[in-house]
């Protein structure tokens, strides 16, 4: 009967599982690194200090390639500057009451807050650049003391993930380096092992430790129960080098996934995703192949292989230098053996040129520089809108994927904090046990959705036309609701739109005004019609037929 295995024993064997399972990954990992940016990685776990090595790279555009996608993506998805999300309820009519959407305004106030107090939108930049890069990032979110939320992105090459049946990443296994020092700090000297204990009594506070956290599905959940039986998710982190007795330096649970993993794109049955730097560097390995082939060439023109005789082997070819010839030289050369063709060095550039184009297409980062190019010419704000809507809707799946695995747990995640730090009033009652639910409104989102504007204005206008024809088809039009749907599809403040109940009122006092007009008419009419009876010839028939046709709303 095989032995149960203790839980440190079981952490260690799924993280050599995991290992086994990413090596392929990593592999191609490494080396999209090493050709696009070996800054952004750290694949030596247990060496966090040592430098990358940038030998493959021969030309700085596809660095410089993902950083201007990166920037544009982050700008125009989740910059601090302008409002990217909004927070409303799941029912409609629910988020129409005042109550209601006083703390809704409340709450979402103060998540731009927390957000824009914590460092988390400088890790979404980073997490942007390893999607686009590798395809798949890790962030970690948790309560600060100082600033409610703080986040931490995991490098590429220190985690590994697992999914779930639906596809989620659920797991995450990171590896990692801290000092003696560090981990007394973070654990306390009674949770470390005792060779980290006897290496703080030595005043070796340096020393590095390797270290395993494991984030995973807590199986043993109850659900109702306190502390980490009730948690959805558990959290472990131990010692690798410690015994089954040692090395667990803390056990703690999460009531959801604290670790978002989003990916760029990702095929049914993986784990991990793909990004714009696999589609590229077929493409960026060639351009790195051709400016070495390039500088090559250079070196030939300006320092060509050289032939003379015998005797002038030695001789100096230093600026100013003097030599003395022989009987034996005199009259000798030293010439180029060999000397390019005087277009090979344009040829190799326009190889060159183009390869950067291409690589620049891979990226999509041709789409920002063309826009960038054209900001400074004579165009209408609006024409500008209109190009970058353009290139944003080229991003859509991606972005649409990032919502679901990335901005939408993570503003979950920053509520969650906002209600536990106690920073809001209590729920209102009505909104007890109510779903919130996420609006994007960025331009990425909003370069998805301005789709739908266009189709209203292709309806106006095309019932616009029928109904000079048939002036009945215009009341198939319902144009209070479709101002809804208009605004709403370019990302408008709602408070700019009345609400149902409010353009109901300003209806329902309109039609009684109207009423009141009509009222007032009337018997303005009936007092012209008495004065008329006062003073006419009742023995004429004329004058009661007129009198009566005015009663009657008609005319004599």
Wanted: net charge negative; proline share 5%.
């Amino acid at each position: 009967m095989e032995q149960a295995l203790s839980p440190r024993q079981a952490y260690i064997r799924r993280l050599n599982t995991l290992i086994n399972e990413r090596a392929e990954v990593l592999a191609h990992c490494r080396e999209l690194a090493a050709n696009i940016d070996p800054l952004n990685s750290q694949f030596d776990v247990w060496n966090r200090n040592k430098p990358p090595s940038n030998a493959a790279i021969y030309s700085s555009v596809p660095a410089n390639a993902l950083e201007t996608i990166t920037n544009g993506i982050f700008t125009n998805a989740s910059s601090p500057s302008n409002p990217w999300y909004r927070l409303t309820t799941q029912d409609p009519a629910l988020a129409e009451q005042a109550e209601v959407r006083e703390f809704i305004y409340l709450l979402e106030d103060t998540s731009r807050v927390v957000l824009k107090k914590s460092n988390v939108y400088n890790c979404l930049q980073q997490v942007d650049k390893d999607l686009v890069q590798f395809g798949f990032s890790a962030l970690h979110l948790d309560a600060d003391d100082e600033t409610v939320i703080r986040g931490y992105v995991y490098p590429v090459g220190t985690y590994c993930l697992a999914a779930n049946f639906r596809g989620q990443v659920s797991t995450i296994y990171r590896e990692l380096t801290l000092t003696v020092e560090q981990m007394v700090e973070q654990f306390g000297i009674e949770a470390v092992s005792k060779s980290v204990r006897d290496q703080w009594n030595r005043r070796n506070y340096d020393a590095p430790i390797q270290i395993v956290h494991v984030i995973e599905p807590n199986r043993a959940r109850i659900l109702g129960a306190r502390g980490l039986g009730g948690m959805a998710y558990k959290s472990c982190w131990l010692e690798k080098n410690g015994n089954d007795k040692q090395g667990l330096l803390r056990e703690s649970g999460y009531a959801e996934m604290p670790t978002l993993c989003p990916r760029w794109s990702v095929r049914a049955g993986n784990v991990y995703g793909f990004g714009l730097g696999t589609i590229a560097l077929p493409d960026i390995k060639s351009l790195h192949q051709a400016s070495r082939d390039k500088l090559k060439l250079v070196g030939k023109i300006t320092n060509p292989p050289l032939m003379g005789p015998p005797g002038l082997d030695r001789a100096s070819q230093m600026p100013g230098a003097y030599n003395t010839l022989t009987s034996t030289t005199a009259g000798a050369k030293i010439e180029p053996l060999y000397m390019p063709h005087p277009n090979s060095l344009a040829e190799a550039r326009a190889i060159e040129r183009d390869l950067e184009i291409a690589v620049n297409r891979a990226f999509k980062a041709d789409q920002w520089l063309s826009l960038q190019s054209k900001e400074g010419k004579a165009m209408t704000a609006r024409e500008v809108a209109e190009l970058a809507q353009e290139k944003l809707a080229q991003l859509g799946p991606a972005m649409e994927r990032s919502q679901s695995e990335l901005y939408g747990p993570l503003i979950n995640l920053v509520l969650r904090h906002i209600f536990e730090a106690e920073l809001v009033p209590e729920i209102p009652e009505v909104l007890q046990g109510q779903e919130y639910k996420i609006e994007f409104i960025s331009g990425v989102a909003q370069a998805q959705k301005v789709g739908g504007a266009f189709g209203l204005d292709r309806v106006v206008e095309f019932a616009t036309k029928i109904a000079a024809l048939d002036p009945s088809a215009a009341q198939k039009i319902n144009g209070a609701e479709m101002i809804d749907k208009y605004s709403e599809a370019l990302g408008n403040d709602p408070s700019v739109i009345r609400n149902d109940e409010e353009m109901g009122e300003i209806v329902a006092a309109q039609a009684e005004a109207a009423e009141a007009e009509r009222a007032g008419a009337a018997v303005v009419a009936g007092a012209g019609a008495v004065k008329d009876l006062a003073g006419a010839n009742l023995e004429d028939p004329s004058a009661l037929t007129a009198i009566a046709s005015r009663f009657a709303g008609g005319q004599a």
